[in-house]
């Protein structure tokens, strides 16, 4: 890894991906890790958590880190806070889209199953059900209910993901967002075998400029570390863009540095670089909830 710099010292704010960037391939938070956000925190640096993840699988990182100010979650749909224990949606999947975007996958990629998360639960269809605690992905929270997701599509939809079984292995959601790409949709992976369709008008780098805007930092000031398509756009927007070195070849190509991968503390790596550069300014740190 080549250390990375900062045109300005350090950022004010550091937006980080969790899933194949912050944490390992175990799902874990380093010590290492740990010990460099506390630290950009402690001198005025606001680390702002920015992931595909729902709030129930994203808010034990977020404690795990002492973070307590909200954070990004949904792809950039909804902003969470802990204090509150709430998610702020920012914007709905239109139910009907969604619908017609599921008959053309199942239409296209017979070996279609689906997922959905809304306002109200979250819900699977059987096959992702068993596909999913085949690869201990459930966590420690069973789906609200379990059905066609047709079923659970309505105005509180904010994501639909889908996964496809070909002959081969698994559709790549780069072939299945080509079945809809005439949609009015937001199609984006974080895992080359799981599409996640959302509103088209959310993604990660909206919700970063959202907060930033509300906060009156500049993108100038604003470092983004990601891996998957979903992060391009933030890389890509970021003053500083970072992607790990396990990073798809889009995310690298958006970043303006290649760090350490995620199994070898590469986000820590650079932190830690930061913590000995004039620190942020408090004034524009994010509030830490209420």
Not at 13 to 19: F, G, H
Not at 31 to 46: H, K, M, N, W, Y
Not at 191 to 209: C, F, I, N, Q, Y
């Amino acid at each position: 890894m080549r250390r990375v710099p900062f045109v300005s010292g350090a950022p004010r704010l550091v937006a980080v991906d969790l899933d194949g960037t912050l944490l390992t391939s175990d799902k874990r938070i380093t010590a290492c890790s740990r010990a460099a956000v506390a630290g950009l925190e402690r001198r005025g640096v606001a680390v702002l958590l920015c992931t595909g993840r729902p709030p129930r699988s994203a808010r034990a990182y977020a404690a795990e880190l002492g973070l307590t100010r909200p954070f990004i979650c949904y792809n950039g749909a909804a902003l969470y806070e802990p204090a509150r224990d709430r998610a702020r949606v920012r914007h709905h999947l239109d139910a009907e889209v969604a619908a017609e975007a599921l008959g053309r996958l199942r239409g296209a990629f017979p070996g279609v199953m689906a997922g959905v998360e809304s306002d109200h639960g979250w819900y699977l269809e059987p096959a992702m059900l068993d596909r999913r605690a085949s690869e201990a992905r459930l966590g420690p929270e069973a789906p609200t209910a379990v059905g066609p997701a047709e079923r659970f599509l309505d105005a509180g939809t904010i994501k639909l993901f889908v996964r496809a079984e070909g002959p081969s292995g698994p559709v790549h959601a780069s072939r299945m967002a080509k079945a809809v790409a005439e949609l009015p949709l937001q199609r984006t992976w974080s895992a080359g075998s799981m599409l996640e369709l959302l509103d088209p008008r959310v993604d990660k780098r909206s919700a970063l400029t959202a907060v930033c805007r509300d906060l009156g930092i500049d993108r100038r000031d604003v470092a983004a570390f990601g891996d998957q398509h979903n992060d391009v756009e933030m890389i890509r927007w970021a003053g500083w863009g970072v992607a790990v070195a396990n990073a798809s070849e889009e995310a690298r190509a958006a970043a303006d540095a290649v760090t350490g991968s995620n199994d070898d503390d590469g986000v820590a790596a650079v932190l830690e670089d930061w913590l000995h550069e004039p620190a942020g300014d408090p004034a524009h740190q994010l509030p830490t909830g209420g």
